[in-house]
T-cell receptor, first 111, second 112 residues
Framework: QQPVQSPQAVILREGEDAVINCSSS?????VHWYRQKHGEAPVFLMI?????EQKGHDKISASFNEKKQQSSLYLTASQLSYSGTYFC????????????FGTGTRLTIIP | NAGVTQTPKFQVLKTGQSMTLQCAQD?????MYWYRQDPGMGLRLIYY???????DKGEVPNGYNVSRLNKREFSLRLESAAPSQTSVYFC???????????FGSGTRLTVV
């Protein structure tokens, strides 16, 4: 079952912040985040493991709440280069590498 | 470092025709995957291979077959193409453990 992402789309001005959420109906072992620009392949951003850790990647960070089966991606002081569609991918079993992806959140940054 | 290479990049098929999508990775990854991407539906797993010699069905395997030829190569075959298989197909690979996927550049397939 696909994780649910929200919002489906968001438009921001440069410098504004955004939060993208990913919720699962199943217990999660780990969550991946990817960004895909139009016409290109998805690119890996980060992985979070159960344990409630938070990770950072430049001005992009994420958290993982395993009790709520949710992860959130935080984009701070957004730049034009952050535009694209963001996908979360969830893994429910340790040792099985396959991911189930959400339907994506389209982020548009305007000057 | 090529990463994951997919061929072809574009293909148009007539209904009922067959074709094979090729994927090769040069990162010595154990796991390889085939996903399809349709508007509004995200990436859906067709088949995956956890290691050389093994393959397993994903969410949407009907109408497809796969072969893990060796550690490097993982091909996807459409035996009798249908318009519902019009999509963008991505191959990906990953190492075992806590690593992200590396995706190929995709194959845009249209079935008419």
């Amino acid at each position: 079952q696909q994780p649910v992402q929200s919002p489906q789309a968001v438009i921001l001005r440069e410098g504004e912040d955004a939060v993208i959420n990913c919720s699962s109906s199943k217990a999660l072992y780990s969550v991946h985040w990817y960004r895909q620009k139009h016409g290109e392949a998805p690119v890996f951003l980060m992985i979070l493991l159960k344990g409630g850790e938070q990770k950072g990647h430049d001005k992009i960070s994420a958290s993982f709440n395993e009790k709520k089966q949710q992860s959130s991606l935080y984009l701070t002081a957004s730049q034009l280069s952050y535009s694209g569609t963001y996908f979360c991918g969830t893994r429910i079993v340790f040792g099985n590498e396959k991911l189930t992806f959400g339907t994506g959140t389209r982020l548009t940054i305007i000057p | 470092n090529a990463g994951v290479t997919q061929t072809p990049k574009f293909q148009v098929l007539k209904t009922g025709q067959s074709m094979t999508l090729q994927c090769a990775q040069d990162m010595n990854h154990n796991s390889m995957y085939w996903y399809r991407q349709d508007p509004g539906m995200g990436l859906r797993l067709i088949y995956y291979s956890a290691s050389e010699g093994t393959t397993d069905k994903g969410e949407v395997p009907n109408g497809y077959n796969v072969s893990r030829l060796n550690k490097r190569e993982f091909s996807l075959r459409l035996e009798s193409a249908a318009p519902s298989q019009t999509s963008v197909y991505f191959c990906a690979s990953s190492d075992t453990g806590f690593y992200g996927y590396t995706f190929g550049s995709g194959t845009r397939l249209t079935v008419v």
